[in-house]
């Protein structure tokens, strides 16, 4: 591949929902340029963005894959993303590096949740996008209500391109109606073709619509509108190519990536209308260890300067770091500076990767993306420049894990191996993460659903060569009292030689603190020696409560009579004397089970409300408050046990057709209802 300078680029992240067709149209691009002489299949497993083990059994996108294509006097690097939900995280670190996208939808199956998400992050993010309609050779397919919809749900930023020619099986191409010219499939390509006689009816209110789109991006065009006045093919692509910019047009195309309709047009598109690096001109960074900004030029003869957007790991090439150069340029064993770890990495190697096979390369300028291996410190996010100019970028915000799943391994000794292999993982996928939960001695991962998270043990087990099963997390239940006890600990034990004495009093009680102990001990009945003791056994007695062995909390334990022997007596007998009382004082001051209440914070659609507020009230939850958004959702503020709640991602999820989210934390510990409590306890006495 030859090298492009920077406005020859284009960095282009290809969105939409599961299936509909981001990684066929990517197979009919590869091929309409060139680059292979026959198209892959998904059903088959051999396209080139789904190279994963995972992704060719599963059939769909899990990781996001670059894939650089040569087409007339330009380089594009297309960022093929995953459409399922889970994989979120390859989403947002496409759409970082990506100057503009083309959300593809199936225009066989409407306006999917997929396309709706991918059009509020590039709406977030302000990229410039362009809409392809797919699967056009479909049946039933209404191209007008198509169209009406999506101006509905998107608003009057959407703009035909093309109106087809024939419909279903008979879809043979389109009028692209910017150059009132038909666009025809002969059976291999595309070709030029006149416009069909009969079609100025549906043309001419479209062409209309699109010169009212152009003239609104300039006030001399406006003039020249209302003046009835036409416009030149110059002014009407300039006029257009300003409003795709600026983000207030988003042109829709047609086709069929299948049969490798519209995708030569979409290809001129890119070049003609979404941006180039330069067109988006600066990145902003900070001077490290600052809040001081900087701004960098995307230019050539600035400092180098890089973002790592995303990392493979691979168990025998290692790891592979994925870039896009901000600034400057890059050469082969340069040495750079990694300003998030302050240390510097030496570039051994410098390719592209085209899916997984890598083409090598002597230099990247500024607004490519590259790849290099084996870099040792740096990881997804991090920041690689000059070591002469310092800066660092921003990194990738990625959504919170919203499903825990505990993880066992299916063979003794896995334990230490289950670890390391996910801790390589974590580099790989920023959004699930790994914790030990201390208490509970579980190791948990985190993720955005459990199809990410059975990929992940998946990976473990064709990668690293580890089984294991997923669990629902144990729950971090406590104990507590509701009642006041006074009760007496006595632990004698004479054998011959020296014997064991103590005797305490101890009164239990409630308390707001997790612990308290006090003592109020008159004429010496317990030695003053013996009272850290007593403390002490009291402390160690409540890990583990009487009714089902969870910590004890809100307890407060007074040591108020006792008894000694000046022989017998030590800190062990009086240690041992307390735990004694600790048991009998708690059975005897009515112990109740507690259970972790979350807050939780969904955000959905009006529509979805009623069936969120009966689910909660399934869950044992409570509604606290609700508030409209300003997008016209929803925020409800509830609280539920925990207990409730660990399979929630999922089934809000099928409950909103994935338009709903929620983030959840521990608020404070409540006490569990009798009926659940007995069920708690017996399980815990089976165990």
Not at 24 to 40: C, D, M, N, Q
Request: glycine share 8%.
């Amino acid at each position: 591949m030859k090298e492009y300078q920077t406005d020859k680029i284009r960095n282009v992240a290809f969105l939409g929902h599961g299936s509909c067709g981001k990684t066929t149209l990517t197979e009919a691009i590869l091929f309409a340029a060139g680059v292979t002489k026959r198209k892959g299949r998904v059903e088959d497993g051999n396209t080139a963005s789904d190279y994963d083990k995972e992704e060719i059994a599963r059939q769909f996108s899990i990781g996001t894959s670059i894939v650089p294509i040569e087409w007339k006097d330009s380089k594009y690097n297309i960022l093929d993303t995953p459409g399922y939900f889970d994989f979120v995280g390859e989403v947002n670190s496409a759409l970082r590096v990506a100057s503009g996208a083309v959300l593809i939808a199936d225009a066989s199956s409407g306006i999917e949740v997929g396309l709706e998400k991918a059009w509020t992050y590039t709406e977030k993010a302000k990229k410039p996008k362009i809409m392809f309609l797919n699967k056009m050779d479909k049946e039933n397919i209404n191209y007008d209500k198509v169209i009406n919809d999506l101006r509905e749900k998107f608003g009057n930023k959407i703009v035909p391109f093309a109106v087809p020619i024939g419909e279903s099986e008979s879809f043979k191409g389109f009028v692209n109606i910017v150059d009132l010219v038909g666009r025809v499939y002969n059976g291999k390509d595309c070709t030029d073709a006149p416009v069909p006689d009969g079609m100025d009816d549906i043309i001419t209110p479209l062409r209309e619509m699109l010169m009212e789109s152009v003239a609104e991006t300039d006030e001399a065009l406006m003039e020249k509108y209302f003046e009835g006045e036409a416009f030149t093919a110059e002014e009407i692509h300039a006029g257009l190519r300003k409003g795709v910019l600026n983000c207030d047009l988003v042109p829709v195309l047609i086709g069929s990536a299948q049969n490798n309709i519209g995708v030569h047009t979409l290809l001129d598109m890119i070049s003609a209308y979404l941006p180039s690096p330069l067109d988006i001109g600066v990145h902003e960074g900070v001077k490290p260890d600052t809040t001081d900004k900087i701004q960098r030029k995307i230019d050539k003869s600035e400092p180098f300067s890089a973002f790592v957007f995303k990392t493979i790991v691979d168990p025998f090439v290692g790891k592979i770091s994925l870039f896009n150069i901000c600034s400057g340029k890059l050469v082969k064993d340069m040495d750079v500076l990694n300003t998030n770890k302050d240390e510097t990495e030496r570039i051994g190697s410098l390719f592209l990767l085209r899916g997984k096979t890598q083409i090598e390369v002597g230099e990247l300028v500024a607004g490519d993306i590259g790849a290099t291996a084996k870099l040792q410190f740096t990881e997804t996010g991090d920041t690689i420049c000059d070591k002469n100019a310092p800066i660092q970028y921003d990194k990738i915000k990625y959504p919170e894990p919203c499903l825990f799943l505990a993880v066992e391994p299916k063979s003794k000794g896995d334990e230490e191996k289950i670890g390391s292999s996910l801790t390589r993982m974590t580099e790989e996928d920023p959004t699930f993460i790994v914790q030990r939960n201390a208490e509970t001695k579980q190791l948990l991962i985190g993720g955005q659903g459990n199809m990410q998270l059975a990929v992940i043990t998946n990976k473990l087990k064709n990668t690293f060569g580890v089984e294991v099963e997923l669990k629902d997390p144990k729950v971090p239940y406590r104990e507590t009292i509701k009642g006041t006890a006074s009760v007496q600990g006595k632990h004698k034990k004479q054998s011959g030689g020296a014997g064991q004495y103590g005797d305490v009093h101890i009164r239990f009680e409630p308390s707001q603190l997790d612990f308290e102990f006090g003592e109020e001990i008159f004429g010496g009945a317990v030695p003053r020696q013996y009272i850290p003791a007593v403390e002490k056994g009291l402390r160690e007695s409540i890990e583990k409560g009487v009714l089902a062995g969870y910590p004890v909390v809100n307890m407060k334990a007074v040591l108020f009579d006792g008894s000694y022997h000046p022989v017998d007596s030590n800190e062990m007998a009086f240690k041992i004397a307390a735990s004694l009382a600790f048991k009998k004082g708690m059975e005897q001051a009515k112990p109740i089970l507690l259970e972790p209440i979350m807050k939780v914070e969904i955000l959905v659609p009006e529509e979805y409300m009623g069936d969120i507020m009966g689910d909660m009230n399934k869950r044992r939850g409570r509604i606290l408050g609700m508030e409209q958004q300003e997008d016209g959702n929803q925020l409800v503020t509830a609280e539920a046990p925990q207990t409730e709640m660990f399979k929630y991602a999922i089934d809000l999820r099928s409950m909103t057709q994935a338009r709903g989210s929620f983030r959840m934390e521990f608020v404070r510990y409540e006490e569990v209802p009798q009926q659940i409590s007995e069920k708690i306890i017996a399980e815990a006495k089976a165990e």
